[in-house]
């Protein structure tokens, strides 16, 4: 069977070889996977893309009662076998008791791929079908089959529950696959902007990495000059004409655990506006702490929110809004969204540039600068990278706490020290100077001083704006001590892992790059 990528099928070659390698496996017994992801993500796209290749079994599910979604399934199966005359399934058992004796022996020899998107839908309508599924999935693990069952959804909370704790399906599945917002490079490169960082970082802290927003939402129309990009997000984002102007709002309203949007759009606010702590949030909303851990759950598990560890702190953690476009509504648009509806975009853009700098690019510049880190700027680090992460170093003697945005540290083990490989400060609209490396020195030494093993330690910083000539010429003169800067800017972010010519200093000259 084949399983080459098709060549219409953009990036997301670690998800095709996944999902080729479930199709494929001879394994003569049923397979069962789970996979999701937000909508928008291009999950239909890539599994219809599958299962043309394979020439397996779709069936998408809507929004429809339980008989009508029968009866769409049963003239699906008769379409996919080709039979004359549409099926009928008196019930749900009927119907996928149907489809894996499609599977048996006699009737394939090769794995039999089928696909149920939109799985959500038949669930909230059937509840018994997880049970359903279960069952046969258990028989076909004595019996021989050749099924190989994909369940899509974008309902995240349905989706990860189909796994969890007592669920009839968990530990059925032998694929568990998240479908996920392209990372900032390959989103760069599917808008066509990777020559232009400066505007390629603008346009993926507005709209992430999601790739419906492109072609279906705005028909291609996509900036390719940084002069082009304010009145790109007034025609576009911002007008009440775009399909984008209301997205945010259906993505939360889209989530099935969610009742109260007006709720769970002020914990969202609450964290873009930089109240990022649970008390901070139930400060900003008028709640209690203790009142407001249903929404942050609901809101974790939809995946609209992330909770990340403080990780030189244990036990403390700050929440972070992880759609870009949702942090971006509720920075900009919410709170001007009267005068949005009227046409008054230019106008409020205009007024919008200090919290768009501040709110929405700034604290998603970090995300980006760890996304690298973790990706290709590995490869600049000296030491096996550990876990990346941010955090807050607190210095007893100078009584006050240095943000630490980009960190990488490797738990202790055996007798061995905590050892921290890397501290890095993010700033993006300003030219980092001598006083941003001497602040991250001195968190070394803090460090240091309370045990942990920096003799490898690394200094980054990162800047959207650039570095003065002075702390370049320092970097090249403090050539004698052994460890790195790295100085690394929206060039080497969008570049080669090496381009960011870290200073060698040993020898006080930069070390050759990777071509």
């Known amino acids: 069977m084949r399983s080459g990528k098709p060549a219409h099928v953009f990036d997301r070659h670690a998800e095709w070889d996944a999902l080729a390698a479930f199709a494929c496996r001879t394994r003569p017994h049923a397979m069962l996977g789970i996979v999701s992801g937000r909508r928008r993500m291009g999950k239909t796209y890539l599994l219809r893309a599958l299962v043309e290749q394979q020439g397996g079994f779709y069936f998408g599910a809507t929004a429809a009662t339980e008989a009508e979604s029968l009866r769409q399934f049963a003239a699906a199966l008769a379409d996919h076998v080709g039979s004359p005359a549409p099926f009928a399934f008196a019930t749900w058992d009927d119907a996928i008791s149907f489809l894996f004796g499609l599977a048996a022996p ?25 049970s359903i599924i279960q069952r046969e999935v258990d028989r076909f693990q004595v019996e021989e089959s050749r099924m190989r069952l994909l369940l899509c959804g974008s ?126 949030i139930a400060g900003y909303i008028g709640r209690k702490s203790v009142d407001i851990s249903h929404p942050l759950h609901v809101l974790e598990d939809s995946h609209l929110l992330a909770r990340e560890a403080d990780i030189f702190r244990a036990g403390k953690s700050v929440y972070r809004v992880t759609e870009p476009l949702i942090n971006f509504y509720e920075v900009v648009m919410r709170p001007a969204w009267a005068r949005l509806e009227s046409g008054q975009a230019r106008e409020v853009w205009a007024h919008s540039a200090e919290r768009f700098a501040a709110q929405v690019v700034g604290p998603h510049f970090e995300t980006v600068c760890r996304e690298y880190i973790l990706g290709p700027g590995r490869a600049l680090l000296r030491s096996a990278l550990g876990e990346v992460g941010s955090g807050v170093v607190t210095d007893p003697v100078a009584r006050r706490q240095t943000q630490i945005d980009v960190a990488v540290v490797e738990p202790g083990a055996g007798g061995r020290k905590q050892a921290v490989h890397l501290l890095g400060e993010v700033k993006w609209g300003t030219v980092m100077g001598l006083s941003h490396l001497e602040r991250l020195a001195r968190a070394r030494e803090v460090l240091t001083a309370r045990g942990m093993d920096t003799s490898r330690c690394q200094l980054a910083c990162f800047s959207g704006a650039g570095f003065s000539d002075s702390l370049r010429s320092e970097v090249a003169r403090e050539a004698g001590d052994g460890d790195d800067v790295l100085l690394i800017g929206l060039d080497e972010l969008y570049g080669g892992p090496f381009r960011a010519a870290p200073i060698d200093r040993a020898s006080g000259t930069e070390r050759a790059r990777d071509t």
């Open 155 to 280: 309902a995240m909370s349905v989706m990860g529950g189909l796994l969890a704790s007592t669920a009839p399906l968990r530990g059925r599945a032998q694929l568990e696959l998240v479908v996920r917002p392209f990372g900032y490079r390959s989103a760069a490169d599917f808008w066509e902007v990777a020559d232009v960082p400066a505007l390629a970082a603008r346009l993926h802290a507005v709209v992430g990495g999601t790739p419906a927003y492109r072609r279906q939402f705005l028909g291609d129309d996509v900036p390719s000059r940084l002069e082009e990009f304010d009145g790109w997000i007034c025609s576009t984002v911002l007008s009440p004409f775009s399909p984008l102007f209301r997205e945010a709002r259906y993505l939360l309203a889209e989530e099935a655990d969610i009742r109260d949007t007006s709720l769970y759009h002020s914990v969202l606010a609450a964290v873009a506006q930089g109240n990022s702590t649970r008390g901070g």
């Open 106 to 130: 006699r009737n394939s020899r090769e794995p039999l791929l089928a696909v149920i998107d939109e799985f959500p839908y038949l669930a909230k309508t059937a509840p018994e079908l997880p």
